[in-house]
T-cell receptor, first 113, second 113 residues
Framework: DQQVKQNSPSLSVQEGRISILNCDYTNSMFDYFLWYKKYPAEGPTFLISISSIKDKNEDGRFTVFLNKSAKHLSLHIVPSQPGDSAVYFCAAITSSGTYKYIFGTGTRLKVLA | DSGVTQTPKHLITATGQRVTLRCSPRSGDLSVYWYQQSLDQGLQFLIHYYNGEERAKGNILERFSAQQFPDLHSELNLSSLELGDSALYFC????????????FGPGTRLTVT
């Protein structure tokens, strides 16, 4: 049972345009969400996070939106740069009760120069 | 550099064998997490240790075991290896037991032939 889903395995975007990566989840107990970026031959690195009490968090070119009613979050990268080309994982956490930390399957973003 | 180290970087072994993967967390971090990433799969959570004690178990096979030592480094032991165990194994650390942001090591690539 995949509780966190990234339905697009890959995405190509032109440099300077917006990249939108999507993530859906099924468990309403998740109360914190994160995005990680992964380059080849490296471990994932933390990018941005959002608490379930918010619907938006911004950090420079990166913005995460959370729609709790739709159980959907998205990562917007504006403007996209070639160095953003990587695999992006969303992760969801339940911090109360049994601690769970669940990753999606990842979306490979390619930013074309 | 996340500050998390993993050894070895690569490991090639035969079916039926046993291997040990080692992880040193960031200085001061008490939690260690182990993940498995198979080809085209997301990160599958295996196990979480906090300050020497097992905190949570994920999809970890009975053939696999882990421990965290008093100096906080951790080892993941994989035994009776099968071809399907070939994967990237990541270790991550965080400061506390319920931290949101995790810092990942570069991974150990295990190939079972």
């Amino acid at each position: 049972d995949q509780q966190v889903k990234q339905n697009s395995p890959s995405l190509s975007v032109q440099e300077g345009r917006i990249s939108i990566l999507n993530c859906d989840y099924t468990n309403s107990m998740f109360d914190y969400f994160l995005w990680y970026k992964k380059y080849p031959a490296e471990g994932p690195t933390f990018l941005i996070s959002i608490s379930s009490i918010k619907d938006k968090n911004e950090d420079g070119r990166f913005t995460v939106f959370l729609n709790k009613s739709a159980k959907h979050l998205s990562l917007h990268i504006v403007p996209s740069q070639p160095g953003d080309s990587a695999v992006y994982f969303c992760a969801a956490i339940t911090s109360s009760g049994t601690y769970k930390y669940i990753f999606g399957t990842g979306t490979r973003l390619k930013v074309l120069a | 550099d996340s500050g998390v180290t993993q050894t070895p970087k690569h490991l090639i072994t035969a079916t039926g064998q046993r291997v040990t993967l080692r992880c040193s967390p960031r200085s001061g971090d008490l939690s260690v997490y182990w993940y498995q990433q198979s080809l085209d799969q997301g990160l599958q959570f295996l196990i979480h240790y906090y300050n020497g004690e097992e905190r949570a178990k994920g999809n970890i096979l009975e053939r696999f075991s882990a421990q965290q030592f008093p100096d906080l480094h951790s080892e993941l032991n994989l035994s009776s290896l099968e071809l399907g165990d070939s994967a990237l194994y990541f270790c991550a650390s965080s400061a506390t037991g319920n931290s949101y942001e995790q810092y990942f090591g570069p991974g150990t690539r295990l190939t079972v032939t």
